[in-house]
């Protein structure tokens, strides 16, 4: 009973964030409807023992991600609200209207066809069952997961993300003027000549 | 087995249980609160200690209730609210400040008999931690909270609608996300020497077991005091106490990302300010000096111990942060972000590197004095192949720029 309470005050925040997020025409109140969401989605996660990820949805969402979000709004002064008239590539909206319609489709059918139906009860099956993981946390459970079967695509994400950051620094990085440029020789420098020094012994 | 679990829920919970959690909640308040008082009043009197003034001498003996005069008046006074501000967030930010601040205390370990009994004492018959919780993920929730206060400041700056603010604001989130990095790695050397994120189970393990001699088994030792410098000094900067108080600059920013906040939101950032130094100062002594473990004297009174050993502890890092603020110098912002990003996040990883290597060899049994002997060359050898990559880069790249501006 508890768990369904928690669930649906949950949901009513995540979707309240939600339609927030797009309905909202300044983009700061869009960014905070997108915490309000990720935090929603983090009780979740707890509701459903999973401890971890609902730090780390805090965390690398809502603490990084959104941070970065307000951050380049705030830098680039774009806070405020936007033309709507203006369509910036050509046919966005009607695409944008199916492809949304499409995800809807799909939701739905696998609430509603789906063979065992969709019941809300924790999955019983699979990795988390083993003997070996009995009674360990879900950090442990995870770790263990990540670290054995999933290796080679922890590692690869790993990379890609490392390739990611290097490659954005390679193309911001331009020297654009001589402040890299190294110092000219001191012998080389012209300096102006100093000021007349002041006789003494005319005062 | 359920790790981490407060013996207080282990039975049927009952009205008795119920009403000791929440006498929990309310005296961890309430302590916080206190020590807000205290610790505003200490750090005056010592940096006018320091400055060779008397600080304040007036309210109560010594000037204790200095504190409580100053958040009187501020509660007493007009609450502005700009033209051009945004309203709603401009009302909302002290209150993003304020309550990840409280939340990161609750869960510090701030007593217990950690000799005899794993950390718990008797109230009324139930066995029961002195933290208010216990949660699995233990010290993630303090970085979790420390990014979500990032949202009080950023917001403040930003809804204040004045340019002043808006760059504290700016700096200040640059900063503490910066930081976050290296403070998160030096948790990650923790959370390898523990074996667990509790807060709880990392103090367990720092009463038991360690070198001999009397020598405490403090993670300050184990992980070998390069994980507590780099947290001492991330933590200060996440603070955005002095040296690393750029935020709020006088010359250059008037007062920084609050500088338009006046009255009871105000004394929210204030307070959220020395409760996050408090915190801070409590996680620091939970992770690196055993928390409350230490001897219990006498066994009758069992539970005063841990609280001593806690707030003597607490109290050499509340002065050094005092100390830091009256003889350092404030930081140059660049010279603040090349600290964070180019000293302390590659020596955090390399330290952290270094510590793994240790327990795989520990593991693989080989000789420990091999390992620690091997691992630093191999660490010297990479930081040196990667510099010297970045030092090739560059004269490229300038060699280029000099070829295209000549």
């Known amino acids: 009973m508890s768990e369904v309470i928690v669930f649906l005050f949950a949901a009513a925040i995540i979707l309240v964030g939600a339609i927030g997020v797009v309905a909202s025409r300044n983009p700061v109140h869009s960014a905070l409807f997108l915490v309000q969401t990720l935090l929603g989605v983090a009780v979740l996660f707890i509701l459903q023992d999973a401890h971890f990820l609902a730090a780390v949805q805090i965390m690398v969402y809502a603490g990084a991600i959104v941070i970065l979000f307000l951050f380049v709004i705030m830098l680039l002064g774009v806070d405020k609200t936007e033309d709507l008239e203006v369509e910036p590539i050509a046919g966005q909206r009607p695409l944008a209207a199916?492809?949304?319609?499409?995800?809807?489709?799909?939701?739905?059918?696998?609430?509603?066809?789906?063979?065992?139906?969709?019941?809300?009860?924790?999955?019983?099956?699979?990795?988390?069952?083993?003997?070996?993981?009995?009674?360990?946390?879900?950090?442990?459970?995870?770790?263990?997961?990540?670290?054995?079967?999933?290796?080679?695509?922890?590692?690869?994400?790993?990379?890609?993300?490392?390739?990611?950051?290097?490659?954005?620094?390679?193309?911001?990085?331009?020297?654009?003027?001589?402040?890299?440029?190294?110092?000219?020789?001191?012998g080389s420098l012209e300096l102006p000549p100093l000021a007349p020094a002041i006789d003494e012994e005319e005062h | 087995m359920i790790l981490a679990l407060d013996p207080l829920f282990l039975d049927d919970i009952g009205l008795s249980i119920v009403l000791i959690a929440l006498l929990k909640v309310g005296l961890a308040f309430v302590i916080v609160l206190i020590s807000v008082m205290f610790m505003v009043w200490f750090e005056r009197k010592v940096v006018s200690d320091m400055q060779h003034r008397i600080g304040p001498?007036?309210?109560?003996?010594?000037?204790?209730?200095?504190?409580?005069?100053?958040?009187?008046?501020?509660?007493?006074?007009?609450?502005?609210?700009?033209?051009?501000?945004?309203?709603?967030?401009?009302?909302?930010?002290?209150?993003?400040?304020?309550?990840?601040?409280?939340l990161t205390f609750s869960i510090i370990p701030i007593g217990g008999n950690f000799e005899s009994k794993d950390g718990a004492i008797n109230l009324w018959g139930h066995d029961t931690f002195l933290q208010v919780a216990d949660p699995p993920v233990g010290i993630l929730l303090f970085l979790a909270m420390s990014s979500i206060a990032v949202y009080g400041v950023m917001l403040a700056g930003w809804s204040s609608g004045s340019k002043y603010p808006l760059l504290g604001s700016v700096r200040a989130s640059a900063q503490m996300v910066s930081y976050e990095a290296a403070l998160g790695l030096t948790i990650a050397a923790i959370v390898l020497q523990t074996g667990s994120l509790s807060t709880h189970d990392m103090v367990v393990d720092q009463a038991t077991g360690g070198l001999g001699w009397n020598v405490p088994n403090w993670n300050l030792i184990a992980t070998g005091f390069v994980p507590f410098v780099i947290f001492l000094i991330a933590g200060t900067a996440e603070l955005n106490r002095p040296p690393f108080d750029l935020v709020e600059a006088e010359q250059e920013l008037v007062g920084g990302f609050h500088t338009e906040y006046s009255s009871f939101r105000f004394a929210l950032f204030f307070l959220a300010e020395y409760l996050n130094t408090i915190t801070?100062?409590?996680?620091?002594?939970?992770?690196?000096?055993?928390?409350?473990?230490?001897?219990?004297?006498?066994?009758?009174?069992?539970?005063?111990?841990?609280?001593?050993?806690?707030?003597?502890?607490?109290?050499?890092?509340?002065?050094?942060?005092?100390?830091?603020?009256?003889?350092?110098?404030?930081?140059?912002?660049?010279?603040?972000?090349?600290?964070?990003?180019?000293?302390?996040?590659?020596?955090?990883?390399?330290?952290?590197?270094?510590?793994?290597?240790?327990?795989?060899?520990?593991?693989?049994?080989?000789?420990r004095w091999a390992v620690v002997a091997v691992a630093p060359v191999v660490g010297a050898a990479a930081a040196a192949l990667l510099m010297a990559a970045v030092r090739t880069a560059r004269s490229e790249r300038l060699s280029q720029e000099v070829d295209s501006h000549g």
Request: glycine content about 10%; proline content about 5%; charged content about 15%.
């Open chain 2, 280 to 367: 801070m100062s409590a996680i620091i002594v939970t992770v690196f000096l055993g928390g409350p473990a230490g001897p219990v004297l006498i066994e009758r009174i069992d539970w005063v111990w841990g609280i001593v050993w806690f707030l003597t502890k607490l109290f050499v890092f509340l002065f050094s942060f005092v100390w830091f603020r009256a003889t350092l110098p404030r930081f140059r912002y660049d010279q603040l972000m090349d600290l964070g990003w180019k000293i302390l996040i590659p020596l955090s990883l390399g330290w952290f590197l270094f510590l793994g290597a240790r327990n795989i060899g520990a593991d693989q049994g080989w000789n």
């Open chain 1, 98 to 186: 199916v492809v949304g319609a499409a995800l809807l489709g799909v939701g739905l059918t696998v609430v509603l066809v789906a063979a065992d139906g969709v019941t809300g009860a924790r999955q019983s099956t699979g990795v988390g069952e083993r003997a070996l993981d009995n009674g360990a946390t879900d950090v442990e459970r995870l770790g263990r997961v990540l670290f054995s079967e999933y290796a080679l695509a922890f590692e690869i994400t790993a990379a890609l993300l490392t390739i990611a950051v290097v490659g954005a620094v390679v193309l911001t990085r331009r020297v654009a003027s001589a402040d890299l440029l190294p110092d000219p020789e001191p």
């Open chain 2, 57 to 102: 001498n007036i309210a109560g003996p010594w000037g204790l209730f200095q504190t409580l005069a100053d958040g009187l008046k501020l509660l007493m006074k007009e609450d502005l609210v700009p033209d051009r501000s945004h309203r709603f967030v401009f009302k909302l930010a002290p209150f993003l400040a304020i309550v990840p601040a409280f």
